[in-house]
């Protein structure tokens, strides 16, 4: 059965503390993976697709990265803007279906 | 462009009763979906379309009903509520034909007593 699973729940940081979050999967064929950013009583925010062990992807202070049993979104000197929930999700190959974890919660303190 | 967009924000019902929550984007997606996200329980998709006259079921299409008749448009109807469907409801749509990189509209807390 697919699933992924994100670790950890919850992550305090203080601002400048660099941290990683974990999205581990079990996926047959894995079409891609996405990392989604949700901020309170909004819908989430696409961050990043990756497809393939290896690849690597970044945007400002965040970056993705990519193996054949997890991800990681390393955040590098966070600021409370960075403060959210984020997403991890799968799709299998040939379907048209995501499979979402149930998210780490990040609050960066001033 | 609008994006996604939901209506209504709030909803409150009674047990039993039947209502349908709305779903429009302005951007030409072909894919448009619909999940739930419950505390603990993550974002689960109920029903998807992969374009006009096509639908099809998620991982909890029970209890819930869609039609896509315009590329626009994408409603959710539920058919006689129920309290486990107290959620908050998300719509979503796709250009790249595939369900990964989606817009997600502002969401739907609905509240079923």
């Known amino acids: 059965e697919d699933q992924v699973t994100q670790s950890p729940e919850a992550l305090r940081l203080q601002e400048g503390e660099s941290s990683s979050l974990n999205c581990s999967y079990t996926?047959?064929?894995?079409?891609?993976l996405f990392w989604y950013r949700q901020d309170p009583g909004k819908g989430p925010e696409f961050l990043f697709t990756?497809?393939?062990a290896g690849e690597e992807k970044e945007k400002e202070r965040l970056k993705a990265t990519l193996t054949k049993k997890e991800s990681f979104l390393h955040i590098t000197a966070p600021k409370p803007e960075d403060s959210a929930t984020y997403l991890c999700?799968?799709?299998?190959?040939?379907?048209?279906?995501?499979?979402f974890g149930t998210g780490t919660l990040l609050a960066v303190q001033p | 462009n609008a994006g996604v967009t939901q209506t209504p924000k709030f909803q409150v019902l009674k047990t039993g009763q039947s209502m349908t929550l709305q779903c429009a984007q302005d951007m030409n997606h072909e894919y448009m979906s619909w999940y739930r996200q419950d505390p603990g329980m993550g974002l689960r998709l109920i029903h998807y379309s992969v374009g006009a006259g096509i639908t099809d079921q998620g991982e909890v299409p029970n209890g819930y009903n869609v039609s896509r008749s315009t590329t626009e448009d994408f409603p959710l109807r539920l058919l006689s509520a129920a309290p486990s469907q107290t959620s908050v409801y998300f719509c979503?749509?796709?250009?790249?034909?595939?369900?990964?990189?989606?817009?997600f509209g502002p969401g739907t807390r609905l509240t079923v007593l």
């Open positions: 996926v047959s064929g894995l079409r891609g």
């Open positions: 990756l497809y393939s």
């Open positions: 999700a799968v799709q299998r190959g040939a379907t048209n279906k995501l499979i």
């Open positions: 979503a749509s796709s250009y790249s034909g595939g369900a990964g990189e989606q817009f």
